[in-house]
């Protein structure tokens, strides 16, 4: 069964500074997608990575793909308060249904 | 682009009571997917539709739980003699084919009393 864990959970930085978060996954796949989720609010699609070695940048955002070591990363460059929300990483594994699995969520505080 | 609707917003019923919540996707998408979501964790699949079919269902899924979406176009969650562990945000979400992003509705939060 498909496990995808994020790291981490929570994460509390200043305004400017850099970090990455991690999600990884336990089958092979080669279709992650990344979410953000505001309060209260429905998920937003930030990224769609399909294939070994994909890169895709937003603004202050980027997200990377290493489907050998299974593993994708959301690296945030001089955060600014407008990026605290939580950030969910989903993989596809099915053959067909595009039936997602959900990491935990990272919830993001960027304080001032 | 309406984007997808979802209603309820926010429905509050007491134990063992039967709900309905509906979906309506955007237009033009052929898939339709349900999810669970409790606080503090990441949305679990309940049900995938490509059209009017019903492909796949999760095992979180018990025979209280029913989906249809007649038609192809607006779907239906039922949940049958609710329980306290029914309490959720039941999301919708509905998409182009893979490996198009699904897009979600801002759900329906499920409160038993």
């Known amino acids: 069964e498909l496990k995808v864990e994020q790291n981490p959970l929570f994460l509390s930085m200043q305004e400017g500074k850099n970090y990455t978060i991690y999600c990884n996954y336990s089958?092979?796949?080669?279709?992650l997608y990344w979410y953000r989720q505001d309060p209260g609010k429905s998920l937003e699609s930030l990224f769609v990575?399909?294939?070994?070695?994909a890169v895709k940048q937003e603004g202050r955002l980027m997200a990377s793909l290493d489907t050998k070591a299974r593993l994708s990363t959301l690296h945030i460059t001089a955060a600014v308060h407008d990026l605290s929300a939580t950030y969910f990483c989903?993989?596809?594994?099915?053959?067909?249904?595009?039936?997602?699995?959900f990491g935990q969520g990272t919830t993001l505080q960027v304080k001032p | 682009d309406t984007g997808v609707s979802q209603d309820p917003r926010h429905k509050i019923t007491k134990r063992g009571q039967n709900v309905t919540f509906r979906c309506d996707p955007i237009?033009?998408?052929?898939?339709l997917y349900w999810y669970r979501q409790t606080l503090g964790q990441g949305p679990e699949f309940l049900t995938y539709?490509?059209?009017?079919?019903?492909?796949?269902k999760s095992r979180l899924l018990s025979d209280r739980f029913s989906a249809e979406r007649p038609k192809g176009s607006f779907s239906t969650l039922e949940i049958q003699r609710t329980e306290q562990g029914d309490s959720a945000m039941y999301l919708c979400?509905?998409?182009?084919?893979?490996?198009?992003?699904?897009?979600f509705g801002d759900g329906t939060r499920l409160s038993i009393l």
């Open positions: 539709f490509q059209n009017e079919a019903q492909l796949e």
């Open positions: 979400a509905s998409s182009m084919d893979i490996p198009q992003p699904q897009h």
């Open positions: 237009s033009e998408h052929n898939r």
């Open positions: 989903a993989v596809d594994s099915s053959s067909n249904t595009g039936k997602l699995i």
């Open positions: 089958t092979t796949s080669d279709r």
């Open positions: 990575l399909l294939s070994n070695g």
